[in-house]
């Protein structure tokens, strides 16, 4: 008896075929369903079969179609999935979507389409398609009607733009560019056909057509797990019937583990500022699950970083250019704890500051199913800019936020990741017991970069040393203050001259000391032992990073494939192609990795002398830093192994959380962007009257030296860009502008080499660099100007975390002047003076003092004297909640002249204050 097979709720059904002709299902069809089929498609047995399976793969209530009766027209001409594509040979649809067309099937070529189809026969993969195409034809219909396809819903999941809704983007289209990342090529065209493509694999899986023909692992439930919620949810609200649940998915339900997820957590790497790509700060998403019967062990714990594939590329010109232009792609990658631990907190040297993301139970599994998607399709062009880590975070998890709430993007032309933060904090959540929290919250307990635990050991050791002075007999005294001098040197070999001796000193210490003070000595030893081994652990990770840049500097040829960013993504892309494969290997991007693999076998040239040095002198310092370790281990076992050490890391724990809520607890919960305040004031005109002055200050990003913020960078850092001011004299009519200025891009770092560094003047150096425009009132001689300048800043005096600090600057100064038809270059020095001075309070609330003197010698003018000072005071008043005010009242005085004998120019005095809303 011949059969019609039907899918019915996700289950194969096979039942009798009724005892109707040919004509009369043809005609059930137009009655029940408003399919209509005329010759040569209604006599086609075989046709009919297809259309009547692929209806009932629909829930009932979507296989009538909505917008009266929809015709399917058979051609005889072939076309890949008998299929049309939009093209004038091969429309799909005509007559205003009431005919849909229909080919002679033959197999397509394209690899989405037939990635999951191949373990079928022509005649099952014919089956296959004639039933996604009813699907398709009636599901389109149903969006044209409903319009799922534009709800935020659906749209989020694949990145949908409309036209102009960020700028050069003129036509709708995909945040996603990778072809896998949609059901089919159609699908990357819309969101109308994503959803319709994707409606034909989910309805119509290879499955219903043999349970076997494909791995449960690869099946559409469990790949696609994001947009089959959506659908089934759009469906659900338009009672339009529902999905069955997920099967399991063995792969992805062991990975995800879902009953021990505790919360997820945002991470930002701080900058360094020593590298241009890494200024700005990083982003990563880090699950956190609760310990099970089998600890998994911190090293193991997922991290999900979106990064730009580069390869092996890790810097220079053309490294900058092609992540500003578009030229890498961006991918989601999940590595581990360890991984991050040794790429950036030991090679780069970057604390990682963490925030927890408040979520409900239910979200926080989508993000699990959006995080599993999005590794294996989701890639988009990565430009730094814009399309950056910081913006792939924002959809990843706006892609799994309910009820509507949605992280809006901080800007469309400059997407930062301290920005992105704010953003997620301004989003409120109601928690359990009915009050509202941030979306977002901080954790004070940073991942410490090595760097920074040495400094923050090499202060506590200097307590301990001063503790132990107290202590001891004074010949050991100086033993003491000896030993830790040699400690210091920045030459491994006199380090570990110094530690060879420290047995016998810590000896000496103990038998110096007063019976009752004995216990607290032998704790202080071992602390200031733990705490100086820390500092030569910093050491040998800033060894490794110089080693390695040696190492990849001296390459003459590597033997081994290195594959390019293009052929490195498109690998990855295979890779994540079939799960099975996928499961039994290690899917990671470790360019550390690839960089020693490479190294391994590569061809390299002799070293430098300077090269040379650096090498032995990474040899020396693991040498100093082995031997520390064993001299440790020793005391530990004999003279301090009556010291608790896990009594001495709990304290040193509880030493840095309580620091860390110290600062976080005074820090502006900001990140410095998108600023904007306004001024009122007052100055002295060019004839000696006071005008009343109004100014208006915005800025892409402004933070200042000494301010700290939490979702900002480093206080030793001051970080502008697009920070500007305009100053107007209201009047009658039009208030006239008096001058505006423009500072394109500033920075300037305290941030030194560690106290054990400096042995010379340039390691106790600061930098700074700013360019800007500017322009003044009519009037005057050459009233615009761009200008470019750099400085040394040595630090005369710091305090922590820059709270109060003072340091003078040298440096030079490049303009450009012009007015009317003249141009004028300029050129000539400058030093600067810059002090901060911390108040109670808000640790954004200070005195702060510029000054400056700028001798500069201006073609066709000579030399002319430029000088600036401004004292300004910074107030935190009425705050409430993570919102407040700052008040800042300013006053600043400017000349520009000459000294002829005695000076003469003009001198501008200004008063006015600054309100801001925080």
Request: charged share 25%; hydrophobic share 40%; aromatic share 6%.
């Amino acid at each position: 008896m011949r059969t019609l097979v039907a899918l019915v709720t996700g289950l194969v059904v096979v039942q009798p075929a009724a005892a109707q002709t040919l004509a009369e299902r043809v005609r059930t069809l137009e009655t029940e369903h408003g399919l209509v089929l005329r010759a040569p498609a209604s006599e086609d047995a075989a046709l009919v079969a297809e259309v009547e399976a692929g209806l009932a793969a629909l829930p009932p209530a979507l296989r009538r179609a909505p917008g009266g009766p929809l015709e399917l027209v058979l051609h005889p001409e072939p076309a890949p999935l008998g299929m049309g594509n939009d093209s004038e040979r091969r429309p799909d649809w005509s007559e205003d979507r009431r005919s849909f067309h229909l080919y002679d099937f033959v197999p397509s070529q394209e690899r989405r389409a037939t990635l999951r189809t191949a373990r079928l026969t022509d005649a099952e993969l014919e089956q296959l398609w004639r039933r996604r195409a009813v699907v398709h034809a009636v599901m389109q219909r149903w969006d044209d009607a409903r319009r799922w396809s534009r709800n935020p819903l659906w749209r989020r999941l694949s990145g949908w733009l409309v036209p102009f809704e960020r700028p050069l983007t003129l036509r709708e289209e995909s945040l996603l560019s990778y072809e896998g990342a949609f059901s089919r090529a159609r699908g990357q065209k819309s969101a109308s056909l994503d959803l319709v493509t994707f409606a034909e694999e989910l309805f119509v899986p290879v499955e219903s057509l043999r349970e076997g023909a494909l791995p449960v692992n690869e099946r559409v439930r469990c790949q696609e797990f994001s947009k089959t919620r959506a659908l089934g949810e759009l469906l659900a609200t338009d009672g339009l019937g529902t999905l069955p649940p997920r099967a399991p998915c063995p792969a992805f339900d062991t990975w995800a583990d879902t009953e021990k997820l505790s919360h997820f957590e945002l991470l930002m790497a701080a900058s360094t500022g020593r590298q241009p790509e890494s200024l700005f700060g990083h982003l990563l998403m880090r699950p956190v699950w609760h310990e099970g019967a089998a600890p998994r062990g911190p090293s193991f714990e997922a991290v999900v970083q979106p990064v730009a594939l580069t390869g092996m590329e890790t810097g220079g010109p053309r490294y900058i250019v092609r992540g500003l232009s578009g030229g890498f792609s961006l991918g989601f990658l999940t590595s581990t704890l360890g991984d991050l631990t040794h790429e950036t907190l030991e090679l780069e040297q970057r604390t990682v500051r963490r925030f927890r993301l408040h979520l409900t139970p239910s979200e926080q599994v989508r993000l699990l199913e959006r995080v599993w998607e999005m590794e294996r399709r989701g890639y988009m062009p990565y430009y730094f800019l814009t399309d950056n880590c910081a913006n792939a975070l924002l959809f990843l998890i706006n892609g799994a936020l309910e009820e509507g709430r949605k992280v809006r993007s901080p800007g469309s032309l400059w997407v930062m990741p301290g920005a992105v933060l704010d953003a997620f904090t301004r989003v409120e959540v109601t928690r359990p017991d009915g009050a509202r929290q941030p979306l977002l919250e901080h954790i004070p307990d940073n991942f410490e970069s090595t760097g920074e635990r040495a400094l923050r050991a090499h202060e506590s050791r200097e307590e301990a040393l001063e503790a132990l002075s107290t202590r001891v007999e004074s010949e050991v005294r100086r033993k003491l203050r000896l030993l830790h001098r040699r400690l210091q040197s920045p030459e491994p070999e006199k380090r570990r001259e110094a530690w060879s001796r420290v047995p016998a000193l810590v000896e000496a210490v103990l038998a110096s000391a007063p019976e009752p003070e004995r216990e607290s000595v032998r704790t202080l030893l071992h602390a200031y032992l733990a705490w100086s081994v820390r500092v030569e652990r910093s050491e040998v990770d800033r060894a490794e990073d110089e080693q390695l840049k040696v190492e990849r500097a001296r390459l003459v040829k590597i033997h081994t494939t290195v594959a390019t960013p293009q052929e490195d993504v498109k690998e990855r892309q295979l890779l994540f192609e079939r799960e099975d494969v996928l499961q039994r290997k290690l899917a990671t991007l470790d360019r550390i990795a690839l960089l020693k693999e490479a190294l391994a076998t590569a061809e390299r040239r002799e070293p430098t002398e300077e090269e040379a040095r650096i090498l032995a002198r990474a040899q020396a310092i693991e040498t100093t830093f082995i031997t520390a370790t064993e001299v440790q281990g020793e005391l530990h076992s004999g003279l301090l192994s009556e010291v608790d050490p896990l009594a001495f890391l709990e304290k040193d724990r509880t030493r840095k959380l309580q620091a860390e809520q110290a600062l976080a607890s005074r820090s502006l919960w900001t990140s410095g962007a998108a600023r904007t305040a306004v001024t009122v004031g007052m100055d002295l005109g060019p004839s000696g009257q006071v005008r009343p002055v109004v100014g208006l200050r915005t800025a892409g990003l402004s933070q200042a030296l000494g301010e700290s913020y939490l979702h900002g960078y480093r206080p030793s850092s001051e970080l502008r860009a697009l920070d500007g001011e305009i100053r107007v004299e209201p009047r009658r009519g039009m208030p006239r502008i008096l001058d505006s200025r423009l500072t394109l891009l500033g920075y300037r770092t305290l941030l030194r080499e560690p106290p054990w560094h400096r042995s010379t003047l340039f390691d106790e150096l600061g930098w700074g660099m700013e360019t800007w425009l500017e322009s003044r009132e009519a009037g005057r001689s050459l009233p615009h100007r761009a200008t470019a300048q750099a400085e040394a800043l040595l630090v005369v005096d710091e305090g922590p975390h820059f709270e109060h600090y003072a340091a003078l600057g040298l440096g030079a100064r490049a303009a450009l002047r012009w007015g009317g038809a003249e141009v004028a270059p300029a050129v000539g020095p400058r030093l600067s003076f810059s002090q901060r001075v911390g108040l109670p309070g808000s640790l954004a609330n200070a005195v702060r003092l510029e000054a400056a003197w700028a001798p500069t010698y201006t073609l066709h003018r000579g030399l002319q004297h430029e000088a600036e000072a401004s004292l300004r005071m910074d107030l935190l008043v009425g705050q409430w909640g993570h919102r407040g005010v700052r008040l800042s009242p300013r006053a600043q005085v400017r000349w520009e002249g000459r000294f002829d004998g005695m000076p003469s120019g003009q001198l501008e005095p200004r008063l006015d204050l600054a309100v801001e809303v925080m």
